[in-house]
């Protein structure tokens, strides 16, 4: 399990792709930020692989898009 800071969006997200059948990371849980109410702790199955992020190449992107 992998437990990171994130916000509520991508829960949803996740939910919804985990729903059509993509391969993502199972989320389990989150704990919401009375603080930052759209900041969440979010708890999800793990997954082995490279995660992307705005400064991985393009060749990552496009990769991961095919």
Same mark, same amino acid.
């Given at each position: 399990?992998?437990?990171?800071?994130?916000?509520?969006?991508?829960?949803?997200?996740? $939910?919804? %792709? *985990?729903?059509?059948? #993509?391969?993502?990371?199972?989320?389990?849980?989150? =704990?919401?930020?009375?603080? $930052?109410? %759209? *900041?969440?702790?979010? #708890?999800?199955?793990?997954?082995?692989?490279?995660? =992307?992020?705005?400064?991985?190449?393009?060749?990552?992107?496009?990769?991961?898009?095919?």
């Amino acid at each position: 399990m992998v437990a990171k800071i994130t916000n509520r969006t991508e829960y949803s997200i996740l $939910e919804l %792709l *985990k729903k059509d059948g #993509f391969p993502v990371p199972n989320p389990i849980l989150y =704990l919401a930020n009375n603080v $930052e109410p %759209l *900041k969440i702790l979010l #708890f999800e199955q793990y997954l082995c692989g490279n995660e =992307l992020s705005s400064d991985s190449s393009k060749e990552a992107w496009q990769e991961t898009a095919n």
